[in-house]
Nanobody, 114 residues
């Protein structure tokens, strides 16, 4: 069983930065493919980016160049570094692990004020 716990959300002004973390239980974390999603009010959940178990990253066009996903297999964590935040980045951010099936965290709120 894989459990995911996100942290690091909060309120930030437009143009600011925020770093989200996702701590994973279970092993072997190094085999998990990981992803970040977000869901804004009244909108569908959308993919922000992914990091594979070989450290390959991919990003949605809307965040490319502003967001960076990284992972630390020794600490069983995946991070989402967000820079140049915009009000439209406001959403609940979710971490997902893919290991034979999908596992989701509970989400963390990010609010970007204009």
């Amino acid at each position: 069983q894989v459990q995911l716990v996100e942290s690091g959300g909060g309120l930030v002004q437009a143009g600011g930065s925020l770093r989200l973390s996702c701590a994973a239980s279970g092993s072997p974390f190094s085999d998990y493919n990981m992803a970040w999603y977000r869901q804004a009010p009244d909108k569908q959940r959308e993919l922000v980016g992914t990091i594979s178990n070989t450290f390959r990253t991919r990003y949605a066009d809307s965040v490319k160049g502003r967001f960076t996903i990284s992972r630390d297999n020794a600490k069983n964590t995946v991070s989402l570094q967000m820079k140049s935040l915009k009000p439209e980045d406001t959403a609940v951010y979710y971490c997902k692990a893919i290991y034979f099936r999908e596992y989701w965290g509970q989400g963390t709120q990010v609010t970007v004020s204009s």
